[in-house]
């Protein structure tokens, strides 16, 4: 591991590859091995950007989310291939009767989206009503497609019904953020919503690539991708999630908000038996679905509540959760990042103010992570 190098190149994301603001942490065996900081909250360049700077993550957000979920099963002895209807009688309708937790975790429940295009996305029961009545998009368990809007609302659901009414961001800071201190919220408390950074839209189109499948799809006006990220409906401008009242709204698939700091903190007590136990972690690492995702049209792996790298044979078709087949973890939308290396017992997240276009972490990021791994 050489540290100068990963300082310098995350200097020269603000030199040279238009960095505003932003911070990288990185824990090994135990211990934080670097935490930097720099640049701006704004875009006059006039407020610093410090550690303690929360931000968006955005779909970042899905690992914390899964990971209440994991845990509330767990704590009330629910196994994950327990039927929903178990917990959730109102979901059988509409062919979902057999349903598991599991294909909800592994985004294999046919539910990318919803089929009234008019429910917010700020109303939780009705958005969970929707789910329950209506009919699935594939046969649940038959393929995998990512639940870019609605995976947070299964997830918040079904805590609340295992937990018999809490909601999944108390739960998070129940379970995670207070007896960790972590400056990491699913719905922030009124003193932070207006102290939170703003995030910025993209200032540059996007290159052609891999990712062109997704964006094909997006454009086309009746396609399942265009309804997995149009509904539930409303806050699809970036500005819009600058409001200090949606910033307290709990959105469990994209509004959690936190430094750097405290998401590879989250991330490092899946490298250990802290507040999972062995079993469960190596669970969750372990891949349960991989192939031509049906909602991102592109070859996508998922554990239990985290994407994955997918492969090839035995090697990675692409390189985000770290070299190690054990990686997994939640990338959110213009470049956040967080994941858990278990074998190598890594930790890493990276947070930053202004968006850069694609669906996965950029070189930003990136370029962090290949150096660190360098041998």
Request: hydrophobic content about 40%; some cysteine; charged content about 20%.
């Amino acid at each position: 591991m050489h540290l100068q190098g990963l300082i310098d190149l995350f200097a020269e994301n603000f030199i040279q590859l238009g960095e505003l603001g932003a911070s990288v942490c990185i824990w090994r065996r135990g211990e934080q091995v670097l935490d930097l900081a720099d640049g701006y909250r704004d875009r006059e360049k006039r407020e610093p950007w410090t550690k303690q700077t929360p931000v968006l993550i955005w779909s970042a957000t899905k690992g914390l989310a899964s990971a209440c979920l994991i845990h509330a099963a767990a704590e009330h002895g629910i196994q994950l291939d327990r039927k929903v209807v178990d917990l959730w009688p109102e979901y059988g309708q509409n062919g979902k009767n057999n349903t598991t937790i599991l294909h909800i975790l592994t985004h294999q429940a046919g539910q990318a989206a919803l089929r009234d295009p008019s429910v917010s996305v700020l109303d939780h029961d009705a958005v969970a009503d929707q789910l329950a009545r209506q009919e699935p998009f594939w046969i649940p368990g038959r393929c995998h497609g990512y639940h870019a809007r609605t995976y947070g609302f299964l997830a918040d659901e079904l805590v609340r019904r295992i937990t018999r009414g809490t909601t999944l961001s108390t739960y998070f800071e129940l379970i995670f953020a207070q007896p960790l201190k972590l400056d990491l919220w699913i719905g922030v408390p009124e003193s932070v919503a207006s102290e939170a950074a703003p995030i910025f839209a993209p200032r540059k189109a996007r290159s052609a690539g891999s990712e062109e499948p997704f964006y094909q799809a997006l454009a086309q006006e009746d396609s399942l991708t265009r309804k997995a990220f149009s509904t539930p409906a409303g806050l699809q401008s970036p500005s819009l999630m600058n409001n200090p009242e949606v910033r307290r709204h709990s959105l469990p698939s994209l509004g959690g908000i936190g430094t750097a700091q405290a998401l590879a903190r989250f991330y490092q007590t899946l490298c250990s038996d802290e507040i999972f136990s062995s079993e469960t972690i190596h669970r969750i690492a372990t891949m349960q679905c991989m192939g031509q995702d049906a909602v991102l049209r592109i070859q996508t792996g998922f554990g239990i509540g985290f994407m994955k790298d997918p492969l090839l044979g035995s090697k990675k078709i692409r390189r985000i959760f770290g070299n190690s087949l054990t990686g997994f973890g939640q990338p959110g939308s213009g470049g956040s990042l967080g994941f858990s290396d278990p074998e190598n017992e890594v930790a890493f997240a990276y947070v930053m103010n202004q968006m850069e276009p694609g669906i996965f972490p950029n070189a930003k990021s990136l370029r962090l992570i290949d150096h660190f791994y360098a041998k």
